[in-house]
């Protein structure tokens, strides 16, 4: 759960540097409620990444590099899903963001926060299995 509290706590530092409007948390926020998207984001988003090092953990993975790699291959993994997010997000629908799947940019800051993300994860793993 560090891991992915520290990511949201970059999130905007990350659309800053990548110039993009878009933002994970509103990603899982925005769909469930319009007034408190940010709790309901945040809350998701923790849920995920406690669910991440759960699995990170069961795999017997260790270290930060290993958890760079895991955060990569799940971003990797879920990258083709942002096809539906194009469609179906309120975001995407009500033109607030531009398409993601083709988006260079927000590729990119996928990668850096992802990165982020597993490094922390990774570091924090216990040390034995």
Known sequence: MTAAATWAAAEPAARRLF???YSDVRLLGAPLSRRHWRAAGIALHLASGAAAGVLFHRLGLRGWKAGIAAAQLENAALWP????????HPDRRSGAWPPLLMNPRIFGQEVAVHALFGAVLGALAP???
């Not at 942002?82 to 179906?88: G, H, P, S, T, Y």
């Open 19 to 21: 110039r993009t409007s």
């Open 81 to 88: 899903g942002m096809a539906v997010v194009d469609r179906l």
């Open 127 to 129: 040390r034995e299995p």
